[in-house]
């Protein structure tokens, strides 16, 4: 995978873990009791964030060793993006407006959390795809170089 897709991968990666920590201020406002809202929801819009936050930064850090075409690089690159931004996007969303988002129809802002989640799950399912192949074909090109100079 190409380093300037990796280093956006961990730009938006931060961002959405910075995201995700912000949405932990609300949070904790609700489980003490002062602001109104429903702590499960912002407990999710909290771990949303970080959680996917972290995953762009893991499959960042592994990306060297994925062996994938430029266009499949680029690929990732923008299904993480999606994933990330759209979950932690869709789960402040529907705690600020005490929606699920479980289906389409009834207030807008169900249907716009619906529709992120949905676009969050298609965009994981491509970038773990994508992880699988590029790890199946693997390569050892990105390996530190204590262990090249071991070898030589």
Do not use: C
Not at 11 to 23: D, K, N, P, Y
Not at 103 to 112: K, M
Not at 121 to 129: F, P
């Amino acid at each position: 995978m190409d380093h300037a897709l990796r280093k956006r991968i961990v730009f938006h990666g931060a961002v959405v873990v910075l995201l995700g920590m912000l949405a932990g201020f609300p949070y904790a406002f609700v489980v003490t009791g002062q602001l109104q809202g429903e702590e499960r929801a912002w407990r999710m819009a909290h771990l949303e964030g970080v959680l996917n936050g972290l995953l762009m930064l893991a499959i960042a850090g592994i990306g060297g060793r994925l062996a994938l075409s430029a266009r499949q690089g680029t690929i990732l690159a923008w299904a993480l993006v999606v994933t990330g931004y759209g979950n932690v996007v869709a789960a402040v969303i529907a705690a600020t407006f005490a929606v699920r988002g479980l289906a389409p129809g009834g207030s807008f802002s169900n249907t716009v959390v619906y529709t992120l989640f949905m676009a969050a799950i298609a965009g994981v399912l491509v970038a773990l795809g994508l992880v699988a192949f590029g790890a199946r074909r693997g390569t050892d090109v990105a390996q530190p170089p204590i262990e090249r100079r071991m070898r030589a």
